[in-house]
């Protein structure tokens, strides 16, 4: 697979990109781990379409979809080395260097989620909702141009498959497995009820494995579990690439709108989906055995909005965390994993 990247010495206007023959496409995606595995979903498509697929982000997202067998090229370029008020003359350039270009950045944030600045975030609510209750994978789909197959995927390697399928085995193959991805990258993202839903489930069922991953962040959320076994503390100690291996081992994952449900979304295992400032038809609506949990009686839900802190999002007094979040009933949680236990035997 052919590795390009964009000079970080000259101006974007100064590149040197050769233009590329045949039928060729570039699909441009600078985001967040969940971002490019939702991304990932049209590379099939493309392919059937008889496309050499370009891929264009950041060495973040590269770190995702690397090992994608749809993708033929890669053009990276680092986070913020082209200014935003640039991007779309560079994507011109881009665009004069293959077939067809596809630009997937802000197809759902600032598309389908407000962001702040924005006219949209100071739209009245019912209004955001009319003009953003639309599934992402949907509008992905029609950006690119490819029928609605859905087929969003992370791909381990060899190496990283073998790994999780022996770190599984270690746990226990009668033992249940359980990953939780404790928390996303906004407030919004951040469950306050989980020691309860892991305790009663500990309490009542020997044979429970918890597998907390997060970033460095998130370990302190998981602290308090730090004396019981049966709780797999990983926040901040695995990749994101770890994670991911590791989740399509387990029996059940649990999380917020984060990268790891992303990457999930299609696989079988059943999943419990809490959802924040997307509705149920942005995101879990073609999900694969999902359970998707709205917060009970909170008329911010759903916002369309992404929030990067208290002062745009509202905040429950109780638990210091986003009302949103507080109002996820954990006792939902807890049987749905007693419905899976119970199916186990």
Not at 115 to 133: D, H, I, S, T
């Amino acid at each position: 697979m052919k590795i390009s990247r964009i000079n970080p010495e000259k101006a974007w206007d100064e590149q040197d990109i050769p233009k590329r023959e045949g039928k060729t496409v570039c699909v441009s995606r600078y985001g967040a781990f969940g971002d490019m595995l939702q991304m990932s979903s049209v590379l099939p498509g493309l392919k059937e379409q008889g496309y050499t697929v370009c891929v264009n982000t950041e060495p973040s997202g590269l770190e995702i979809v690397r090992n994608d067998p749809h993708i033929d090229e890669f053009l990276i370029q680092e986070k913020n080395q082209i200014p935003n008020a640039d991007l779309w003359k560079f994507w011109a350039l881009l665009s004069s260097k293959f077939e067809k270009f596809v630009i997937l950045s802000e197809s759902v944030e600032g598309s389908l989620l407000a962001l702040p600045g924005r006219r949209a975030y100071r739209w009245p609510q019912e209004f955001r909702r009319m003009v953003m209750n639309v599934n992402y994978m949907e509008a992905t789909h029609a950006i690119a141009g490819v029928p609605f197959n859905p087929a969003p995927k992370f791909y381990p390697s060899k190496q990283e498959k073998g790994w999780a399928v022996k770190y599984r085995a270690k746990l226990g193959l009668k033992n249940t497995v359980i990953m939780w991805s404790i928390a996303g990258s906004s407030v919004h993202k951040v469950y306050p009820h989980i020691d309860m839903v892991i305790a009663r489930v500990l309490h009542e069922h020997e044979n429970v494995r918890f597998i907390l991953v997060g970033d460095e962040l998130s370990s302190i959320i998981e602290y308090d579990w730090r004396n019981e076994k049966r709780v797999i503390r990983k926040c901040g100690k695995w990749s994101i690439r770890e994670s991911l291996s590791m989740a399509q081992q387990c029996d059940m994952v649990i999380g917020p709108e984060t990268g790891v449900m992303n990457a999930v979304s299609f696989e079988a295992m059943p999943k419990v989906l809490m959802l924040s400032h997307s509705s149920k038809d942005n995101i879990g609506k073609h999900w694969v055995n999902t359970h998707q949990l709205i917060p009970d009686g909170v008329d911010c839900y759903p916002c369309h909005k992404l929030h990067y802190g208290f002062a745009t999002c509202n905040r429950d007094e109780e638990t210091g965390t986003a009302k949103c979040a507080a109002a996820t009933d954990p006792e939902k949680i807890i049987e749905i994993i007693k419905d899976l236990l119970r199916d186990k035997r």
